[in-house]
């Protein structure tokens, strides 16, 4: 029986080539995922010169973005980092449905994994306590899922 699991522990992000995608709306929060993405790749071993960063006008934006990265060769793994709070209006679920959709499509279709760290929250609190507060720091998650589904899908192939 061949097992294909990275234990925590070695997650060594060396030599990985990441792309990461922000999108620029709700840029206080975002900015805040992609400080905490870099430093986690940076724990990890990933280098500045092998994460290649675009910024997006928005979450609905990203997937187009995330899949050129994915398609072109030159990365590993695709991070797409977003903030959707919600409003009065159905808005957020349409961009929400689909960034989470788009950004699924885009691993489907390319084979490379594309991590969804983007927020879905119903205000800025929620937003806060997930950028180092209380609910952890997803950006950092992000970066870490990217390093294992890297390594995960190159111990496969």
């Not at 870099?38 to 928005?58: H, K, M, Q, S």
């Not at 980092?81 to 808005?91: F, P, Q, S």
């Not at 961009?95 to 788009?102: E, I, S």
Request: with cysteine; aromatic share 4%; proline share 3%.
């Amino acid at each position: 029986m061949g097992v294909h699991e990275i234990p925590e522990s070695e997650l060594n992000g060396s030599g990985l080539r990441i792309g990461v995608v922000v999108a620029r709306f709700n840029k206080a929060i975002t900015e805040e995922l992609l400080a905490g993405c870099l430093a986690e790749f940076d724990r990890r071993g990933v280098t500045d010169l092998d994460i290649e960063v675009c910024w997006v006008p928005g979450a609905f934006e990203l997937p187009l973005v995330a899949k050129q990265l994915a398609t072109k060769g030159t990365v590993d793994a695709v991070v797409c980092l977003g903030a959707i709070v919600r409003g009065d209006t159905a808005h957020f679920d349409y961009v929400a449905m689909g960034a989470t959709q788009g950004i699924l499509s885009a691993a489907l279709d390319t084979g490379v994994p594309v991590i969804f760290g983007v927020l879905t929250v119903d205000n800025q609190a929620q937003a806060v306590d997930r950028i180092g507060g209380k609910e952890g720091h997803k950006g950092e998650e992000a970066a870490l899922t990217a390093i294992e589904m890297a390594l995960l899908t190159k111990s496969i192939a």
